[in-house]
């Protein structure tokens, strides 16, 4: 069932959504090659549980270990934390969650350390622009299919791309994965009503070479069965009257990353970042 919310409810997971926001960027403040998995996963608890009555939502979810989801290069999503030293030319993929006052914010958000390969500043400029061409369909009236379709089409269909199909986006409320599922693949006018007072979280998992997955032995992490990198950018986001408001911020993730020179600044490659989805 689908819990459409109200905007009281929507404004605590703007403010759960924002807290993971602002700890992206504390982390993107100490991302840099020698530091470990597990320190920039001990800034993010600390950090989350300095703002009083905040949790850090993965840790203990489903037995999950950490704060963060780090998955580095060929892994998708769900790599836990570890004593691995980060080295340059790693792409990490964050994932982070917070509850806060009993609601959920959920963002994800990929680094690039040091200089990297064209093939994967593609990857990376076109999975954060189909996220926001994802949102941009995320209007009352449409459904939950022109939101996939949108996706599959700007990365698969148009660029070769492969769509991970395991993992899908979701609703986020009082729950941290709620109804409805948002696959990043799908048909047009399928899937169900887009109405007012949804929160769902858009999260294109997109791998440069095959969409084909394989589970490491851990029991978590996915990984590209064929190897390659593959990239992860997640925004929560409700629908309202005017449109699609976007509840996290990658608006303070890049004012880190332009301070931190392990990690080269493309905010200016990325084509929706500046687009106000909110009309009138
Ligand atoms: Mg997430
Ligand atoms: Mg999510």
Redesign the pocket.
């Known amino acids: 069932m689908i819990k459409l919310k109200t905007q009281d409810e929507i404004e605590l997971i703007r403010k759960s959504s924002l807290l993971v926001a602002k700890t992206h960027a504390e982390v993107a403040k100490h991302i840099r090659p020698g530091i470990t998995t597990k320190s920039l996963d001990v800034i993010a608890e600390t950090f989350i549980r300095d703002h009083e009555g905040a949790k850090p939502a993965f840790k203990g979810y489903g037995g999950f270990p950490a704060t963060l989801c780090i998955s580095e290069n060929e892994q998708i999503v769900h790599g836990f934390p570890s004593d691995r030293e980060i080295k340059e030319g790693d792409i990490l993929s964050i ?1 982070c ?1 917070v509850e806060w006052e009993g609601y959920f914010g ?3 958000f990929t680094y690039p350390v040091g200089d990297q390969t064209d093939e994967v500043w593609d990857l990376l400029i076109d999975t954060i622009d189909s996220l926001y061409v994802g949102i941009d369909c995320a209007r009352i009236g449409n459904r939950i299919g022109d939101v996939s379709y949108a996706i599959q089409k700007y990365t698969e269909i148009d660029r070769g791309y492969g769509v991970v199909r395991e993992l899908v ?2 609703g ?1 409320g009082s729950a ?2 709620e109804s409805p599922d948002v696959p990043n693949y799908g048909k047009r006018g399928r899937g169900p009503k887009i109405k007012e007072g949804l929160v769902i ?1 858009i ?1 294109p998992m997109i791998n440069a070479g095959s969409r084909k997955v394989k589970q490491l032995n851990d029991g978590w992490t996915i990984i590209t069965a064929d190897g390659k990198p593959s990239a992860h950018f ?1 925004h ?1 986001v409700a629908v309202t009257k005017n449109g699609p408001d976007i509840l996290s911020d990658f608006e303070v993730i890049f004012e880190s990353i332009k301070s931190n020179p392990n990690i080269k600044d493309f905010k200016e490659k990325v084509r929706y970042l500046q687009t106000n989805f909110q009309d009138g």
């Open positions: 994932d969650g959920d963002s994800a986006g979701h986020v941290l994965h979280a999260e997640e929560t």
